[in-house]
């Protein structure tokens, strides 16, 4: 079983920063490409940022240049952090570690960019 809880979502003005963090248990968690992904209401989840177990990360467009993920695997870890937010960036943040094609995911953690 895999358990991730994420932190560090919150209000911030445009231009801001924030980071999000992501801890995660279970089995295997260090094979686990973990991502962020974001959702609003009615719309569906959209991929942020991934990496792999070996580093290699991919972006959503939206958000190239801006957003940078890392992961600390001593500590089963992932970041995700976020600078020049946008009123845009506004969602509930999830965290998914997939596991050789088993994804699982966390409760979400509320992003607010105000104008």
């Known amino acids: 079983q895999v358990q991730l809880v994420e932190s560090g979502g919150g209000l911030v003005q445009s231009g801001g920063s924030l980071r999000l963090s992501c801890a995660a248990s279970g089995r295997l968690i260090s094979f686990a490409t973990m991502g962020w992904y974001r959702q609003a209401p009615g719309k569906q989840r959209e991929m942020v940022a991934t990496i792999t177990s070996s580093g290699s990360t991919n972006y959503a467009d939206s958000v190239k240049g801006r957003f940078t993920i890392s992961r600390d695997n001593a500590k089963n870890t992932v970041y995700l952090q976020m600078n020049s937010l946008k009123p845009e960036d506004t969602d509930v943040y999830f965290c998914?570690?997939?596991?050789?094609?088993?994804?699982?995911w966390g409760q979400g953690t509320q992003v607010t960019v105000s104008s």
């Open positions: 998914n570690a997939d596991i050789w094609g088993v994804r699982s």
